[in-house]
C-alpha cells in the first residue's frame, strides 16, 4: 500500500489498512462529490464513489457512506449523478504563451487548402493597419487537398500573397512550428534577398532562379522574429506587457476548458518567468505550470541557481528543467535522420543545436539539479541525445533519479529503443502527432522505417519506459480528449490506423496524462491521482472514458475542472 503524504490536520489518525477513510474523525470538508464513478489512478483502490476535499486536498475517498461524516451544513456538495470523475489532466509538453497567442491571430489548422489561407489573408489585410504584421499558425502543405498553384515541391510561393499585401509584412508559421511562409515585405523587412547565405541550422527554400520563395525553416526564421520583436518594441513597454498577460490568461481559460489542470510549459525565457510569478502572486492563473527554461548556456550559467523554483505559490508554479532543440520536424524536412528522407534523397534533415552546446547544457544541468528536456525527433536527433545523457550519467554516478526526457521522441531506431528504459529517459510524446501526421510521414520514412520506429509507444513501454502525454499546443489542439483518442486508437481522419500494435490500453492512455505527466515534474507524490493528502485537482466528465466506444472519446465533454478544490463549472 502507498502512504501518501498526509495533511498535518489530519496526523493524529490511524488509517485503516487497505482504505483512504480515517476511523475517526472530526473534521469537515469544504467540498464533496458523491455518487460518481471516481478512476483514482490508484492501484490498490482503482475506483470509488465518493471523496472530501479541504484546503485543496483530498482528505477522505471511499462510498457514499464513508465520506458522509465529513458533510456538515457549510460543506458544497456535487452530485455526480453517477458521471466520471478522474484525476485533472497534465498536458507534459505544450507551449502555453503560444497558445495565448494562437488564440489572437489567425488559426490555419482547419483550412482545407492554400486558396483558404488567402482567403483569410484578404480579410484580414482589411482590417489591418498599414505597416501592421499580419501573423498566423497552423498550416500544413501535407494536408491540404490540392497543391499550391503557384507553388514548387507542394509548398506556396509568395508572390501571390505578396500582391495583395504590399504594406503588411506576413508570418504563417507552419504548424509544427519549424518553417514559416512570409510575404515580400516582410522579407525587405528582415533584410532577405537572393544573396541571402543559409544560416546554420537553416535553410532558405528557393526556385530555380535561386530567388527565396517566402519558405524559411529552422534558424533561417530568426531574422524574421527579430523584425517582429523591432515592430513590436515600436509600443510602449506596458502596451506589450498588457498583452502578453492577456494572452496568457487566455491560455488559462483554454486549459480550464478542456479539463487540464498543470501544463509543462516547453520553453520559456526568463522574463516569462517573471511574469508567471508576478501572475501567481495576484492570483491570475489557475492552471500549475511546470517551466523548462529556454535560454542559452551563457545566461544559464548566470542565472540557473535563481531560478530553481519549486512549489511556489501553493504548488502552482516549478522551474526545474531546461529546454533545448537538437533538430526540427518531420513535416518540415528538417528532422535529424540516420539514413535520408524517402520523399527527399539529397536530404537527413538538420542539426539545430551543436553536440558540444548540448554536452555543455547537460554539464550546466546536472551540476545544478536541473533536468534536461530536448526536443528530438528524428532517429539520428534521438541516438546522439541519447548519448549526450547517457555520457553525463556516467561521469555523475552519483546523480540518481534525474529523470531526464526526450521530447517528441518521434521517430526511433529500433537499436535506440530499449535504451529509453534502461537509462530511464521519459519519452514526452504527443500520441495526437501520430494521427495527425500519420498520412504523410510514410512518404517522408518509407513503410519499414515508419513499422519499426515511428511512434512507437507499445515498443517503449515494453521496454519499461515511462510515456507522458501532451499535445504541444499550439501545433495541435489543446484538446485530451482528442489524444487520448489517438492512444487507444492510432487512427487517421481517413479512417486508416497508423500500425495498430503500437497502440495503448486505455489505462496507459490515461496514465500518460495523469500519473506519468506528475512523475516527469517530480510531482508524482503530491498530484496525478486521487489519494489521500494529494492536491484536488480533479476533473468531471460526460461519459466514462474506460468504457465508452472508443469512437465516442472525442465527443467527451468536460463539466468541471477542479484545481485545488477550487471549482470552475465549464458546462
Excluded at 57 to 66: E, V
Excluded at 172 to 178: K, N, P, Q, R, T
Excluded at 509 to 523: K, Q
Aim: proline share 5%; charged share 25%; with cysteine.
Amino acid at each position: 500500500m502507498n502512504i501518501w503524504k498526509i495533511p498535518m490536520c489530519l496526523s493524529i489518525f490511524i488509517l485503516a489498512i487497505g482504505t483512504q477513510i480515517p476511523l475517526y474523525s472530526e473534521i469537515h470538508a469544504d467540498l464533496v462529490l458523491i455518487n460518481g464513478k471516481i478512476i483514482t489512478m490508484e492501484d490498490n483502490a482503482p475506483f470509488a464513489e465518493s471523496l472530501a476535499i479541504k484546503n485543496g486536498k483530498i482528505i477522505a475517498i471511499g462510498s457514499n457512506s464513508q465520506i458522509k461524516p465529513f458533510i456538515s451544513k457549510e460543506t458544497r456538495i456535487i452530485d455526480l449523478e453517477g458521471k466520471t470523475a478522474m484525476p485533472g489532466l497534465i498536458d507534459s509538453h505544450g507551449h502555453f504563451g503560444g497558445l495565448g497567442e494562437s488564440l489572437v491571430k489567425l488559426d490555419l489548422r482547419t483550412a482545407k487548402n492554400w486558396d483558404e489561407i488567402i482567403s483569410m489573408i484578404k480579410n484580414a489585410v482589411k482590417k489591418a493597419k498599414p505597416g501592421e504584421w499580419i501573423l498566423g499558425r497552423g498550416w500544413h502543405q501535407e494536408k491540404w487537398d490540392k497543391p499550391p498553384s503557384p507553388g514548387l515541391d507542394g509548398l506556396p510561393i509568395h508572390d501571390p500573397v505578396s500582391e495583395l499585401t504590399p504594406n503588411n509584412p506576413v508570418f504563417l508559421e507552419h504548424a509544427s512550428g519549424h518553417s514559416v511562409f512570409v510575404n515580400k515585405r516582410a522579407m525587405e523587412l528582415a533584410q532577405i534577398d537572393a544573396k541571402t547565405p543559409n544560416p546554420e541550422g537553416g535553410e532558405i527554400i528557393k526556385n530555380k532562379s535561386g530567388q527565396p520563395i517566402g519558405i524559411f525553416l529552422e534558424n533561417a526564421m530568426i531574422p524574421f522574429d527579430n523584425a517582429i520583436n523591432r515592430y513590436r518594441l515600436q509600443q510602449s513597454p506596458s502596451q506589450i506587457k498588457e498583452q502578453k498577460i492577456k494572452e496568457l490568461m487566455l491560455a488559462d481559460q483554454a486549459c480550464l476548458q478542456n479539463g487540464i489542470t498543470s501544463f509543462h510549459d516547453a520553453g520559456s525565457s526568463f522574463q516569462t518567468i517573471d511574469l508567471y510569478r508576478e501572475l501567481f502572486q495576484q492570483k491570475k492563473l489557475n492552471v500549475r505550470l511546470n517551466v523548462m527554461i529556454s535560454e542559452s548556456n551563457e545566461a544559464l550559467s548566470k542565472k540557473i541557481s535563481q531560478y530553481r523554483l519549486i512549489g511556489l505559490y501553493d504548488n502552482h508554479l516549478t522551474v526545474r528543467s531546461i529546454k533545448r532543440l537538437i533538430d526540427g520536424a518531420l513535416g518540415s524536412h528538417s528532422a535529424w535522420l540516420l539514413q535520408p528522407y524517402d520523399s527527399l534523397p539529397g536530404s537527413t534533415g538538420l542539426n539545430t543545436e551543436s553536440i558540444q552546446n548540448m554536452k555543455e547544457t547537460a554539464q550546466l544541468a546536472i551540476e545544478n539539479g536541473f533536468q534536461v528536456c530536448t526536443h528530438a525527433i528524428g532517429d539520428r536527433a534521438n541516438r546522439e541525445t541519447l548519448n549526450i545523457y547517457e555520457e553525463a550519467f556516467k561521469a555523475h554516478p552519483d546523480k540518481t533519479d534525474l529523470r531526464w526526457r526526450i521530447e517528441h521522441a518521434q521517430h526511433i531506431d529500433s537499436i535506440d529503443i530499449p535504451r529509453f528504459g534502461k537509462l530511464h529517459i521519459i519519452a514526452a510524446m504527443q500520441t495526437i502527432h501520430c494521427t495527425s501526421d500519420g498520412p504523410w510521414v510514410i512518404k517522408r520514412l518509407g513503410e519499414k522505417r515508419s513499422k519499426e520506429g515511428a511512434y512507437p509507444w507499445r515498443k517503449l513501454i515494453d521496454s519499461q519506459a515511462i510515456i507522458c502525454n501532451g499535445t504541444d499546443v499550439p501545433v495541435e489542439s489543446v484538446d485530451p480528449m482528442a489524444n487520448i483518442y489517438a492512444a487507444v486508437t492510432r487512427k487517421m481522419k481517413d479512417g486508416k490506423v497508423f500500425f495498430g500494435e503500437q497502440c495503448m490500453t486505455r489505462l496507459e492512455a490515461l496514465r500518460s496524462y495523469t500519473i506519468n505527466g506528475a512523475y516527469a515534474s517530480f510531482e508524482e507524490n503530491i498530484k496525478g491521482s486521487l489519494a489521500l493528502g494529494k492536491l484536488a485537482d480533479i476533473i468531471v466528465i460526460s461519459k466514462d472514458i474506460l468504457t465508452v466506444p472508443a469512437e465516442e472519446i472525442p465527443q467527451i465533454k468536460v463539466l468541471y475542472t477542479i484545481i485545488g478544490g477550487v471549482v470552475h463549472q465549464i458546462r
